[in-house]
């Protein structure tokens, strides 16, 4: 597959592009190479990412504890002490092997250690594949309060390589569809129609999907880098999405979702405000609402989770001005930003999406 290059970096595909971080590591001769994991990474993906390097800089490997809850300001603390016990400095050279918690906490300790050393992401998942790696968004968790913190700076390079999907669980590959289906529900009813039918889907046709979400990703970050307009709308499902997934996290007798599992019920929940305020048609709700319960599992969702739930958008990094503010679709494949939704449509919409169980 051909190089995709955005206005700051390139994102690379398949096997064939370890050849650019060869290239990369011999013309920049990097001082020593950290690359960070997970336990799961370290034991899954590492063997290969390392078969593929050709350098004869030291190679270090960081592991952290996999897992959004330990997408910390603690964890970096941790890495940013181990990076300095092993003698990193600017000319060090960091991988990131991962997911999506991965690539956004090792992109935030590299940009900010001795106030930015380069880095490399090897996204693992399909989530991190079509969305962490396209747009420079790094960064941590406050609590369970969704990526409150983290700067906008991008990789050297991004290499997608999907041998790595092969050890990824069901749930996690669904967990990332659920971003790719963001992208067609905003950009692209095309797109959209393409996830009608699964059963059909095969490696061949996966890589391409892929290849054309990370496309749509990068049309709208290169229109709007630091998210003044355009960018807002791959926020699509995030807005209740993110505080589901964050009540989820913060609640011991809950079931953790992942991030896709909850930004699905986000883009449910998004799609029927949207037939109140912003015209989407009945039809079009129904369709959104069938496709998206077909592929993920019902989430119960009870009365009394809906008050702390709703005092979660509050810290919603799209707020501004005290404003909760959401984007809406018109249609498939038309968004519209900035929107405010009274508390009594939320409540609605949740009213609708457990009915649909």
Request: charged residues 20%; glycine residues 8%; hydrophobic residues 40%.
């Amino acid at each position: 597959m051909k190089t995709i290059e955005s206005n700051t970096n390139k994102i690379h595909f398949t096997t064939s592009a370890y050849q650019h971080v060869n290239t990369h590591i011999k013309e920049s001769n990097p001082s020593n190479i950290f690359i960070i994991v997970d336990e799961n990474t370290h034991k899954l993906c590492l063997p290969h990412l390392l078969s593929e390097i050709e350098t004869t800089s030291t190679i270090e490997i960081i592991e952290i504890e996999s897992g959004e809850i330990n997408k910390t300001i603690e964890t970096c603390v941790g890495v940013w002490n181990v990076l300095s016990e092993l003698g990193a400095d600017r000319k060090s050279l960091v991988i990131n092997l991962g997911g999506g918690v991965i690539t956004d906490l090792g992109g935030f300790v590299a940009s900010t250690f001795k106030r930015g050393i380069t880095f490399i992401n090897v996204p693992t998942t399909l989530l991190s594949m079509v969305d962490a790696s396209v747009g420079g968004k790094t960064g941590v968790d406050l609590g369970t309060l969704k990526n409150q913190i983290g700067v906008i700076n991008t990789p050297e390079m991004v290499i997608i390589d999907t041998t790595y999907l092969k050890t990824l669980a069901q749930n996690e590959m669904r967990s990332g569809l659920a971003e790719m289906l963001k992208h067609g529900l905003i950009q692209d009813k095309a797109y959209w129609d393409k996830f009608k039918d699964l059963s059909v889907l095969n490696s061949e046709h996966l890589d391409e999907l892929i290849y054309e979400s990370v496309l749509i990703k990068k049309h709208v970050v290169d229109i709007d880098p630091r998210e003044n307009g355009l960018r807002k709308t791959l926020n699509y499902g995030h807005t209740i999405g993110h505080a589901i997934e964050s009540y989820f996290l913060s609640n011991t007798h809950k079931t953790n979702l992942l991030h896709g599992e909850a930004i699905a019920i986000g883009m449910i929940l998004a799609s029927y405000i949207s037939t109140k305020l912003t015209g989407l048609s009945e039809a079009e709700n129904t369709e959104i609402k069938d496709l998206i319960l077909s592929i993920y599992d019902f989430v119960t969702i009870n009365e009394e989770d809906y008050e702390p739930i709703i005092e979660l958008l509050k810290y919603d990094k799209k707020n501004s001005h005290g404003n909760i503010n959401f984007v809406l679709l018109s249609a498939i494949g038309q968004t519209k930003i900035d929107c405010l939704v009274p508390n009594d449509l939320i409540i609605e919409a949740l009213n609708f999406y457990n009915g649909s169980y």
